[in-house]
């Protein structure tokens, strides 16, 4: 792939988790009916779900705004989830999938749901690299500011701002809902400016000397949509406890409503060993029967009277 535009959001955790699922890694447990899945990959899976969530938002900004999704940095074992570009200037997106868990953040520390994280050192990193790559290659200087943007969260308590050094590029700690809003700023580059920067983002060389093979984007995403059919319902259902048919169609019912309601022959075929239900009557049918049969009868009675009386 020569172009990076050509990716799409969290294409290297797609890449190792289909390679898993072809190896038998992750698989469907026969005695179980649920998901045989790894805690790395688990967690991975998930992340593809937050960065797509993601990507979905930052489809929302103009046209102006270039969006590259999943960029192999280094030796092409690391990426950035997102990098954006647009008049404003240029942004890392950091996308963290932690649905109820409460995010503290001051200065370089950061707890999430209470446990220590190094999110804010890892986005420094990210948008320093990101700088010094694209400053290189497009012979601007080009400032990056690093974005962490939670899937969400609890809430987000700012106790003091992220990163915080001297010298560190501006760090942001958001929740999706804040992100399209807070990228619309100040113009920082011209279009001439933003053009000689996109061109150089889009090439993988620019951000790795390794030459990584990078799978098509559109069949990746494909592939992922139908592991996540797959996989995404049965991950709600608890792990490592056997059940039986019954509690296998509860299970299903309470993930999906829709495939657990059964199509209209399958219905048919319950009301008769034919397949076929017995058709109701009209209402002209219905008529008849209520009313026509008991006059036809009194007529009768009527003539049959008339008969005796005429004698």
Known sequence: MSDLRERVPGHSLIDELLRQWDAGTIHIDAATNGVVIGEDAEGWYRGVLGERRIAALLATLGPEWTVLHSVPVGRGSSDIDHVVIGPPGVFTINTKFSPGKPVWVAG?????????????????????????YLTEASGLTVAVTGLIVFVEPAGITRKAPPGG??????????????????????????DEQIARIVDAAARPGTWSDAVVASSNGAHVAREFEALELEVGPRLAMPRGVAQDDRQRVNAVRAVSPARATPRPRQ?????????????????????????????????????????????
């Open 108 to 132: 370089r520390g950061m707890y999430v749901g209470g446990t220590k994280q190094h999110h804010v050192v890892n986005a420094l990193l990210e948008a320093r690299r990101a700088s010094t």
């Open 165 to 190: 050094g001297e010298a560190d590029p501006v760090i942001e700690v958001l929740d999706a809902d804040e992100l399209v809003d807070s990228m619309v700023r100040r113009r920082e580059f011209s």
């Open 267 to 311: 219905r048919a075929k319950r009301s008769g060993g034919s397949g076929r239900g017995r058709p109701r009557r009209s209402l002209l049918e219905r008529l008849i029967v209520g009313f026509a049969m008991p006059i036809a009868g009194l007529v009768a009675l009527w003539v049959w009277s008339q008969s005796f009386a005429g004698q």
